[in-house]
């Protein structure tokens, strides 16, 4: 059996591992197309502040780990699938066959229609190869822009604002981090950075980037009127999934690449992981690209079982993010932004930047989000991953939302069920 796996991020690297104890009989071959061995993106903001170099970013520290594992680690570009041959068409040259095949290829910085953006001295921060250019003008009194102030944009301000740069974030919806946090808690976050020295412009676009003067490379247009010198621009405005390739082959795709609940395509040989695949939310029922690490790396794990022939179902991903910015750690789960017809409770305490909101659906919680409040992190994963029925204790967290635990001890513990709590 002749395993094959596109794409060398989380998805791909946990598959690969995978397949070789399930199936150890088989032949695996993982794909990447950097010249890196497989890394994790998540760790580049560590390598940028030099808390890690580039070893350290990689996902399997021992240089032997995968061929000690018969791992076959073949750094090129596939440019096409011919599935009626079963095969992959490689950039390099050639073409290799399968059996079973993963397409794990990840998702790649969507860059905004901007005027000026394809700049010398503009870089998303997604490869280690955009990382080694950040470095060189990321220096300390440097003028930084970074456009976007999303998950992604958020874990790279963090390391901008350690390495001592005179940071200006621009975001275009009306808070930071829209797609984790509500409006209040968004801003809360905006004024915690504005109170550490970063600026921060919401509801506001990059109108254009132009070439600078006064000893500056650039200059940032923005739509309020105001204009950014810099001598770096950062863009983290979002990610699209990795599926142009598969245009001329059968493989269906919408947003990403659709799946059923074993991770399956349309086409029974060619399974999807990872940020490509349309998967099935733990919390709607519905498919989309949930493109965070933990759906990612579970993603790897059931995609390899099926392909192994040990037939798993996924039950879906629970929508989860935790981010730290310059020390405020801030969580979502689930539903957070609430569902129709049900209800909720908020607790707001500004002054010392805290927030907890918990979203029901009848008794059920389904989603939550929190601010500076690190203590209730697993609790809220465990109460909505659990679906427990809260009964009583749901109004008494809607008179004190602080008592998660000990909501999730009675009724867990009462019912016999061991959710699982981080």
């Known amino acids: 059996m002749q395993h094959v796996i596109i794409g060398a991020g989380p998805a791909g690297v946990v598959a690969a591992e995978h397949l070789r104890k399930l199936d150890p009989d088989s032949k695996v071959a993982l794909i990447g197309d950097e010249p890196e061995p497989p890394y994790s993106r998540m760790a580049i903001p560590y390598y940028l502040i030099k808390q890690v170099d580039e070893v350290g970013t990689y996902l399997r520290k021992d240089a032997h780990h995968y ?11 596939v440019t096409g699938i011919d599935t009626g ?4 068409k490689l950039e390099k040259g050639g073409s290799i066959s399968y059996d079973k095949l993963l397409i794990a290829t990840g998702s790649h910085p969507f860059s ?57 974030v621009v975001e275009m919806e009306n808070r930071m981090v829209p797609r984790m946090m509500n409006e209040t808690s968004g801003n809360m976050i905006k004024d ?31 739509d309020n ?11 983290a405005t979002g990610v699209r ?60 794990r059931i995609a390899a079982s099926n392909m192994a022939g040990r037939v798993q179902i996924h039950q879906g991903s629970v929508n989860m993010n935790v981010l730290d910015t310059m020390g405020l750690i801030s969580s979502s789960f689930g539903m957070w932004m609430g569902v129709d017809g049900g209800d909720s409770v908020e607790l707001h305490d500004p002054g010392r930047f805290r927030y907890l909101n918990l979203q029901f659906q009848d008794d059920v919680l389904v989603g939550a989000s929190s601010l500076g409040l690190t203590e209730h992190i697993g609790v809220l994963r465990g109460l909505i991953q659990s679906r427990v029925k809260l009964n009583s204790w749901k109004e008494k967290l809607k008179e004190d939302p602080t008592r998660v635990m000990e909501a999730y001890i009675a009724n867990t513990q009462a019912i016999g069920h061991n959710a699982h709590v981080l």
């Open 225 to 235: 009127g105001n204009t950014l010198a810099a001598d770096l621009v950062i863009s």
């Open 67 to 77: 061929a000690e594992r018969g791992i076959d680690v073949i750094q090129d570009r």
């Open 85 to 88: 041959k079963q095969e992959c």
């Open 112 to 168: 905004p229609p901007v005027p000026g953006i394809e700049s010398p001295g503009v870089y998303p921060c997604w490869t280690l190869a955009d990382a080694r250019e950040i470095i060189k003008l990321a220096q300390a009194g440097n003028k930084v822009v970074l456009m976007g102030a999303g998950f992604i944009g958020c874990i790279i301000l963090e390391a901008l604002a350690t390495s001592g740069v005179d940071l200006t």
């Open 241 to 300: 999934s990795n599926i142009d390739f598969l245009e001329a082959t059968n493989v269906d795709t919408d947003f990403g690449i659709l799946v059923n609940h074993h991770l399956q395509t349309n086409d029974p040989n060619v399974y999807a992981a990872g940020d490509v695949a349309q998967g099935k939310d733990f919390s709607t029922g519905e498919y989309s690209v949930q493109a965070i690490q933990p759906t990612a790396a579970d993603h790897g």
């Open 192 to 222: 915690w950075c504005s109170s550490k020295g970063v600026a921060v412009h919401t509801s506001t676009k990059v109108d254009a980037i132009e070439p600078g003067s006064d000893g500056r490379a650039l200059r940032v247009l923005l």
